[in-house]
């Protein structure tokens, strides 16, 4: 008779958010068990075990291979926070270039008309206006930035968020790392930019334009809050201008 085959071993769970979940949560509790799918999936991958008490009590225990996926699961949001702040900055730099003044970081009320008329929190990863004295000119810009699929998927299932960012801006952006999606899945009210590794921002879609003038409330946030920077370039080009020796003819 043949030799039996190898059991087969439980698939890797370190792709579930859900597991994930789970997983930090008993690891920062008393353990105690859930006895749901999630919970039989994770000691069947040996990510969990057991541990019994007195009197027929038991509760559950991170297991080495639970904290080593933990540790793993930790180091790929770094890096993957650390890839979206690098691309937020590139945006932010990218704006003030074209003569914006950008802000990172804000937190913007905004009226959603949802039926309700509810009022919701936006933060967009940028935020612009033309630099303009005259307020018809202003042109507010909302830049989301997403660097993973999965992100940008939760992302487009929120549709609150969504039209928090058209509340506040003339036109909306999402900047999306090369490759993770393709433009046709991003709703048409959005413009689509392409960011390849060290290369430019690409327009794939331009984003809908149409008239608005920033709210009272907006303007009192923009100016509690730091702006960019100017660019490197555009402080030198300042530099430049006072150094210059006087032209003879003036």
């Not at 639970?66 to 932010?92: I, M, S």
């Not at 993770?180 to 048409?188: G, Q």
Request: with cysteine.
């Amino acid at each position: 008779m043949p030799a039996n085959p190898d059991p087969i071993k439980p698939a890797p769970l370190a792709a579930s958010a859900a597991h994930q979940r789970r997983l930090r949560e008993i690891w920062r509790s008393a353990g105690w068990p859930c006895q749901d799918l999630i919970e039989a999936e994770l000691l069947a991958a040996g990510l969990l075990e057991r541990v019994r008490h007195g009197g027929g009590r038991e509760t559950l225990r991170v297991t080495d291979a639970g904290v080593a996926a933990l540790a793993a699961t930790l180091e790929r949001n770094r890096a993957r926070r650390g890839a979206h702040e690098a691309l937020v900055e590139r945006v932010a730099r990218e704006m003030t270039r074209a003569g914006r003044i950008a802000w990172r970081g804000l937190a913007l009320r905004a009226h959603v008309d949802d039926g309700e008329g509810r009022w919701v929190m936006a933060m967009p990863d940028v935020f612009s206006i033309r630099h303009t004295t005259v307020e018809d000119w202003l042109e507010p810009a909302a830049h989301e930035i997403k660097v993973s699929r999965a992100d940008l998927l939760s992302d487009l299932r929120r549709a609150h968020k969504r039209e928090a960012y058209r509340a506040l801006s003339s036109q909306c952006w999402y900047v999306l790392k090369q490759g993770i999606a393709d433009a046709e899945e991003i709703p048409m009210e959005f413009g689509v930019m392409f960011a390849s590794e060290g290369g430019a921002l690409e327009v794939a879609r331009p984003a809908p334009r149409r008239a608005m003038r920033l709210p009272l409330a907006t303007w009192m946030a923009l100016a509690r809050a730091s702006a960019e920077p100017p660019a490197d370039d555009e402080a030198q080009a300042w530099l430049a201008d006072v150094d210059a020796p006087p032209r003879e003819d003036a």
